[in-house]
């Protein structure tokens, strides 16, 4: 599964950006997806994840109720919806699959070693 993010931008807080990853490779339903990002100087986190059924999520406390992740198997593409944006959440955003496949299934995982195939990272920079 190879992965190209777009979508990044400039944007005041308060706003909102809608990144996207699209994938190929016809295995990309099968695997879980999740968003990471790291700021300059730090390491890099985890965001959001989504199973390869698109029925189980998670996110991290700091974009808990801000972010919104999602799938469309059918076009091979992810999304990260962002909305009320804040400075600290600037920083450069990358999708990745699952190392392993699960076709149909309710895996998540948080951790960056259970991620295989990486997409390039789009930046997003919030202004304040």
């Known amino acids: 599964v190879q992965l190209q993010a777009s979508g990044g931008g400039l944007v005041q807080a308060g706003g909102s950006l809608r990144l996207s990853c699209s994938a190929s490779?016809?295995?990309?339903?099968?695997?879980?997806v999740a968003w990471f990002r790291q700021a300059p100087g730090k390491e890099r986190e985890f965001v959001a994840v989504?199973?390869?059924?698109?029925?189980?999520?998670d996110y991290s406390d700091s974009v808990w109720g801000r972010f919104t992740v999602s799938r469309d198997n059918l076009k091979n593409t992810m999304y990260l919806r962002m909305n009320n944006l804040k400075p600290e959440d600037t920083a450069v955003y990358y999708c990745?699959?699952?190392?392993?496949?699960?076709?149909?299934?309710?895996?998540?995982?948080?951790?960056?070693?259970?991620?295989?195939?990486w997409g390039q990272g789009t930046q997003v920079t919030v202004s304040s």
């Open positions: 990745a699959a699952s190392r392993i496949s699960y076709p149909g299934g309710s895996y998540i995982s948080p951790r960056m070693e259970d991620y295989e195939h």
């Open positions: 989504m199973s390869s059924n698109g029925r189980n999520t």
């Open positions: 490779g016809r295995t990309f339903s099968t695997h879980a």
